[in-house]
C-alpha cells in the first residue's frame, strides 16, 4: 500500500508541474513518467477524485483536491531542496525526493519557518505556500532573516539567497556572496556596505533584502576572529544597482 500511495503522489508531482507550464496532454504525463506509465494509475486517481481525465481529447488535469494534495507534496519537494543544499550542501534531489514521501505537513512548516519562508526552490521554482508563511509564523525562532535586519558590525553566514534575478545572482555568487559565506555589515546609509572575503562591497536595499542569512552568528565570529584566519582587506567598491 505505501508503494502504491508513492507511485500516486509521483503521477500527481508531475501533474503539479504540467499545471504550471499550462500543460495537460497526457501523452506528456506518460513521457514525464520515463517509460513507466500505467493508465489504471490514472484511473485509480479518477476514482480519489484527485484527477479529471479525458480520454477522447486526451487531456489531464487535477481536480481541486488534486491540486491541494499535489501542492503539498511539490512543497515537501522543494522545502527538502532547500533545506539540503543550503544548510547542508548535499546531493537536493535525491534527498528531497525521499522527504517529500516521509515528512509531515507540520515537519515541513517547521523547517519553512527556520528557513525563513523561502519563495523558491534551488532550481528556481516557486515554493507553494503554507500555513506558516501566510500567518508569517516565527514559532521555530526564524534562525533566517535578511541581511536588512542584521546589526552594523554583525558578522552573519549566508543561508541562501532570495532572487528570482540571474544575473543578480551570479553577481553575488561572484562577489562570493552565497550560502555558507560569511559576511560583515559595515554601514547602511547612504547605502549598505558589507564586507566579504576581504572585499568592502557597496548595495542598494532591494539587494540586501534578498541575502538571507543565519540569525545565530556565534559559529561566524569563532571563523572570523581565529588567528591566522585573517584575510589582507583589498580596497574595492562596487556602486552599481543590479
Wanted: hydrophobic share 30%; aromatic share 6%; charged share 30%.
Amino acid at each position: 500500500m505505501a508503494e502504491l500511495k508513492r507511485e500516486k503522489e509521483e503521477y500527481l508531482e508531475i501533474l503539479w508541474e504540467m499545471k504550471e507550464q499550462g500543460r495537460t496532454n497526457i501523452e506528456e504525463l506518460s513521457e514525464r513518467i520515463n517509460g513507466e506509465f500505467e493508465i489504471r494509475m490514472v484511473d485509480e486517481l479518477v476514482i480519489d477524485g484527485l484527477v479529471d481525465c479525458d480520454e477522447k481529447d486526451r487531456n489531464i488535469c487535477l481536480t481541486q483536491d488534486g491540486i491541494e494534495r499535489a501542492r503539498q507534496i511539490i512543497r515537501g519537494h522543494r522545502i527538502g531542496e532547500r533545506l539540503l543544499y543550503d544548510v547542508f550542501g548535499n546531493d537536493f534531489e535525491t534527498g528531497a525526493c525521499e522527504f517529500e514521501h516521509t515528512s509531515t505537513i507540520e515537519l515541513v512548516d517547521g523547517i519553512c519557518t527556520l528557513l525563513g519562508h523561502p519563495r523558491e526552490c534551488p532550481h528556481g521554482m516557486p515554493i507553494p505556500e503554507g500555513d506558516c508563511c501566510r500567518n508569517s509564523a516565527k514559532t521555530v525562532g526564524n534562525a533566517v532573516k535578511p541581511l536588512t535586519e542584521t546589526q552594523v558590525g554583525e558578522s552573519v553566514r549566508v543561508a541562501y539567497i532570495n532572487s528570482r534575478d540571474d544575473r543578480q545572482l551570479h553577481k553575488l555568487d561572484g562577489l562570493q556572496i552565497k550560502p555558507g559565506n560569511v559576511i560583515k555589515l559595515h554601514q547602511r546609509y547612504p547605502c549598505y556596505v558589507i564586507e566579504c572575503e576581504g572585499s568592502n562591497i557597496a548595495m542598494d536595499e532591494e539587494i540586501v533584502s534578498s541575502i538571507q542569512v543565519w540569525s545565530n552568528s556565534t559559529q561566524t565570529q569563532t571563523r572570523i576572529e581565529k588567528p591566522g584566519n585573517q584575510t589582507k582587506k583589498r580596497s574595492g567598491w562596487w556602486t552599481k544597482s543590479l
